[in-house]
């Protein structure tokens, strides 16, 4: 088991940009609701899971069920915008998948968003064929920055913690890497402050070398 080196990628703002796709898909859903949300709001949410982002726009005093049924109203929305619309991958995302395949290096997505947002995103793709493993929201109980979602991505591709390199775009993700013992690489494309092993603007910038670098490097501390 040791010997399996693995990849973990978080999937929004890292594999692709879907903010705008999001924004929409929110700022209809609560319309529909009345309840008008501003893009800010929108913005201080984003990777969060659903259940936290609804409470705190409606308050403590909603329903489980409403939660349930408002957040499920958005994902469909959301779906069916990346089916009418499709999404590219983010600069360098296709030429390193392939590059870490060819390499021998397992995949998986870990990943707050529900399975069928991950099953439609590799679809539009067409990328599925370079992951191993999926760890969507159904599977975890806590988010990031809890390390639970990374763990049980290398469990599932059957890579231990100190062969795993995580790549991911935001503070909550890079801290979840940090907790689960493995390395990480910051996707900063709007130069805000990681605290990754490595961090740049684009995976375009990689080095050829970078994700066996970090591991060379040995666990974080």
């Not at 408002?70 to 089916?83: F, Q, T």
């Not at 290398?154 to 890497?177: K, L, M």
Request: aromatic share 6%.
């Amino acid at each position: 088991m040791s010997e399996v080196r693995a990849v973990l990628w978080d999937m929004d703002g890292t594999l692709i940009d879907s903010e705008q796709f999001h924004w929409i898909a929110w700022r209809d859903t609560m319309a529909n609701e009345g309840i008008a949300i501003t893009h800010e709001q929108f913005l201080r949410s984003f990777g969060q899971r659903n259940d936290s982002i609804i409470a705190g726009w409606l308050g403590s005093g909603t329903t489980p069920e409403r939660v349930e049924r408002i957040g499920n109203a958005k994902e469909e929305l959301y779906r069916d915008l990346i089916r009418r619309h499709g999404i590219s991958a983010l600069p360098g995302v296709a030429s390193w998948l392939e590059r870490l395949r060819q390499q021998g290096w397992r995949q998986a997505i870990a990943s707050s968003a529900p399975r069928r947002n991950i099953e439609v995103i590799l679809e539009a793709l067409g990328a599925a064929r370079c992951f191993e493993g999926i760890v969507s929201a159904e599977d975890v109980s806590r988010g990031k920055p809890d390390p639970e979602v990374y763990l049980a991505a290398s469990s599932r591709v059957g890579a231990s913690p100190d062969r795993c390199v995580v790549v991911e775009d935001a503070a909550t993700g890079i801290e979840a890497a940090r907790h689960a013992g493995m390395r990480s690489i910051g996707v900063s494309r709007n130069g805000t402050h990681l605290n990754a092993d490595m961090v740049v603007q684009s995976l375009e910038l990689l080095d050829a070398n970078a994700f066996e670098t970090l591991l060379q490097r040995g666990v974080p501390g």
